[in-house]
């Protein structure tokens, strides 16, 4: 009985999200959260305090009101001030997420193997 | 005056080090690592009386510090700036050789010493060769100094006003307590090291060499965890920052050695009462201590652009020479003991209890190195494409995330496994009850939160873990008092479950405002209320600071802007923080427009909880305190 009282739970756990999941943050945080601060030292757009990031978050404002898609909004960005200010690159630069995924299993697999009876 | 002693007296330290490494005297060593001690504690002395009597005659204190730097950031600014740090790196070595030499040594041959005094040499000399915080001025600059001398008894100008430290270093007494307490944990790693190599140098005469390197771990790895938590909550609390961690390279190159540490600290386990994954071991306690030289390397050189990065022109090359003495030495004795190493048995059971620590040492060292690759890989790109790139947040969510989301998992079977081996099945019904609480605990929060898979797998995660250890804590405290390394995993554990829980309720339920207001406004943020009140400004020795008063119920709080004298930098934002135990509203003045104030509202979520967890976790050495 208890079990399939942890059974139905478990997927209803499970299902939940599917059903009733929110989104809280808006483009614009998403979008000047991935765009570099270009004057600052490694921080995003949303974070920096600097005034230069300040007239930069509301030219980005601007262009979110005006419907311009994600991709013309980076592509508008890294035009300008190279492709550093994007701080997703694995989005377009696939080698660098498939890279360390792949050293990762070798890594694995071989300290598996090396430990394990078989 | 102060110059001339300080290099003098690290020629002292310098020659003492260096008859340590060749001397064969078994009785002198000790009274030599006093005098090590001794000699590095009077010049960190030296150095600190200089910065209180203003000697703007030495380069150091000239460029870094001010007349007008309150005590306190006086103190600290020994540690604000490169040659000083060394100087603070050089004592803490110096305070765990002493330390190992009391607590830690079990063997009579000298190649521990040897080792040790030339790790400490190579750092000593830097300050000899390259720059040395008590070197002199010759030439002035407009303020603070433009050259140095690194002989004594020279003609000294100076200056008449210091350039005081950077600002960012000035704003919150944590100054004075994180990087002396992440640096006893991040050259404590050095403990390992030296254990590791010259027992094994020794021809594994003494066996034991796994249990003590274990010790020695232990309790750099608490520091370890408390300067990186320290960190965060510096950068959270005070520099207004917004977030506690970003992934900066900084952060990064403490965050490996603390991943590696926290595998060994595993990995050894299985050593000592298996005989298993020696050789592993031997790669670990080694790797920790090469992860903290090249982390210094590459964050010191000047290769990377950080908010933390400083750097002087020749220490790249240094450590890297450096980097490479070490490894050699490393790959030296592991070569040599390759017979050693073929005694290590096989695991035997890899869906038992051993199991857990392999899957655990695969995850943890995975982890450093895709954080080593995130960190580094900006570097080789330049170097090949000669284009910037930026690894950022997303790239460290989507590829360590998920390891340490099975990392949750893990610790949550393997709580009552301690002894006995895993079966999965017999697990599930002895904890029918335990699972079931999570699962409607879960449920509950899902719902509340309108949360996502991220949150779902998380939370059901930590539940579980807090729950099963919270019943074992409950259960055996009489009889055990919670002592012994099995209460400590168990404490960490604990306090790593919730700081889980704090992680996930942040990254996944935060939100942010930025507001444009006037003084009087009243401003709804969220389902709160927020009450403007007038600025007023307050004039201070080195700095001015424009004190925003916000009236929330209450309490009231200051969100301030500091603007530094004496500094090109920028204004630096100190956020007016409310707290409770589900969130933060965290809001920081963004800029200042006649009398409008741009502000940012955030609701971080979470913050209160991930603090808790993470004190509960450092606070896991009060376990191998004996009583």
Redesign the interface.
């Known amino acids: 009985m208890?079990?399939y009282?942890?059974i139905i739970?478990?997927l209803?756990?499970?299902l939940?999200?599917l059903v009733?999941?929110?989104?809280?943050?808006?483009r614009y945080?998403k979008l000047s959260?991935?765009l570099?601060c270009p004057v600052?030292?490694?921080?995003?757009l949303?974070?920096s305090?600097?005034?230069y990031a300040?007239d930069m978050?509301s030219v980005l404002k601007e262009q979110i009101d005006n419907g311009m898609s994600d991709k013309q909004i980076m592509d508008y960005w890294t035009a300008r001030f190279?492709?550093?200010?994007?701080?997703?690159?694995?989005n377009s630069?696939y080698f660098?997420?498939l890279?360390?995924?792949i050293?990762?299993l070798v890594?694995?697999v071989l300290?598996?193997k090396k430990?394990?009876?078989d | 005056m102060i110059s001339s002693i300080g290099i003098i007296l690290t020629w002292f330290g310098f020659l003492n080090l260096i008859l340590m490494c060749f001397s064969n005297k078994k009785n002198l060593f000790q009274t030599l690592v006093r005098i090590n001690l001794f000699i590095h504690f009077l010049l960190f002395c030296l150095l600190e009386v200089g910065l209180f009597l203003d000697d703007f005659s030495l380069y150091y204190i000239a460029n870094h510090s001010a007349s007008s730097t309150p005590p306190m950031y006086k103190f600290a600014s020994l540690w604000g700036s490169l040659d000083g740090s060394i100087l603070l790196w050089n004592l803490v070595l110096s305070i765990y050789f002493y330390v190992y030499v009391k607590f830690y040594r079990a063997t009579t041959e000298l190649y521990d010493i040897k080792i040790f005094a030339m790790i400490i040499l190579f750092f000593n000399g830097f300050t000899i060769f390259s720059s040395s915080p008590f070197s002199g001025c010759i030439q002035l600059a407009s303020i603070g100094c433009q050259d140095f001398t690194l002989l004594p008894f020279q003609d000294l100008v100076l200056s008449e006003f210091g350039r005081g430290p950077n600002p960012l270093l000035q704003n919150h007494p944590l100054m004075a307590i994180h990087p002396p307490i992440l640096y006893f944990g991040y050259i404590g790693l050095v403990l390992p090291f030296v254990i590791a190599t010259s027992e094994l140098f020794n021809r594994y005469k003494n066996e034991n060499w796994i249990k003590i390197a274990e010790k020695a771990t232990y309790f750099p790895w608490v520091f370890l965890t408390a300067g990186i938590s320290l960190g965060a909550a510096w950068s959270y609390e005070v520099l207004?920052?917004?977030?506690y961690w970003?992934w900066?390279?900084v952060e990064n190159v403490s965050f490996i050695p603390w991943l590696l540490a926290t595998a060994f600290l595993h990995s050894s386990k299985t050593q000592i009462k298996e005989k298993?994954?020696i050789n592993?071991n031997y790669v670990l306690a080694c790797l920790m201590f090469l992860s903290v030289i090249f982390g210094t390397f590459i964050t010191r050189s000047g290769v990377l652009?950080?908010?933390h990065?400083f750097s002087n022109g020749n220490i790249g090359t240094y450590l890297l020479i450096g980097l490479l003495i070490f490894t050699f030495l490393f790959m030296y004795i592991g070569i040599k003991n390759i017979e050693y190493f073929k005694t290590s048995r096989?695991?035997?059971n890899?869906f038992g209890r051993s199991g857990f620590f392999?899957a655990n040492?695969?995850i943890l060292?995975?982890s450093a190195?895709?954080v080593l690759?995130?960190t580094i890989?900006p570097i080789f790109y330049e170097s090949f494409f000669s284009?910037?790139?930026?690894?950022?947040?997303?790239?460290y969510d989507?590829?360590v995330g998920p390891l340490l989301l099975i990392l949750l998992y893990l610790m949550v079977f393997s709580t009552k496994i301690a002894k006995v081996n895993m079966n999965l099945k017999k697990w599930?019904i002895e904890n029918?009850n335990e699972?079931?609480i999570s699962?409607?605990i879960?449920?509950f929060l899902?719902?509340y939160y309108?949360?996502?898979?991220k949150?779902?797998l998380t939370i059901?995660g930590s539940v579980l873990l807090i729950i099963i250890i919270g019943k074992n804590v409950i259960s055996k405290y009489k009889k055990t008092k919670l002592q012994g390394s099995y209460w400590t995993g168990q404490i960490s554990h604990l306090g790593i479950g919730i700081f889980a829980i704090g992680l996930v309720l942040n990254v996944t339920?935060s939100?942010?405002n930025?507001l444009i207001i006037s003084t009087g406004d009243t401003v709804n943020f969220g389902e709160k209320e927020f009450i403007i009140l007038s600025p007023y400004e307050e004039i201070k020795e080195e700095k001015n600071v424009i004190n925003l008063p916000i009236k929330f119920n209450d309490k009231e709080k200051n969100a301030s802007l500091n603007i530094f004298k004496n500094s090109s930098q920028?204004?630096?934002?100190s956020p007016a923080v409310f707290r409770n135990i589900q969130s933060d509203t965290y809001i920081?003045i963004?800029?200042i427009d006649d009398d409008k104030f741009?502000l940012i509202f955030r609701e971080n979520y979470g913050i209160f909880i991930l603090w808790l967890g993470l004190a509960i976790s450092s606070s896991s050495f009060l376990t191998r305190v004996r009583k």
């Open positions: 208890n079990k009282i942890s739970l478990l209803t756990l499970l939940l999200p009733i999941y929110e989104d809280n943050n808006s945080e959260k991935s570099l600052c030292q490694g921080e995003t949303f974070d305090p600097s005034e300040d978050r190279g492709e550093r200010i994007n701080t997703n690159p694995q630069n660098l997420i890279f360390p995924i050293f990762g890594f694995g300290f598996y430990v394990s009876n | 207004g920052w917004g977030g970003a900066d390279p298993t994954l592993w652009i950080s908010v990065a096989k695991v035997e890899i392999v040492n695969i060292s995975a190195l895709i690759i995130g890989y284009r910037q790139l930026t690894v950022g947040r997303s790239f989507i590829l599930i029918q699972l079931n699962l409607i879960s449920i899902t719902i309108r949360a996502s898979y949150f779902v059901f339920q939100f942010s930025e920028q204004a630096i934002s920081t963004k800029v741009k």
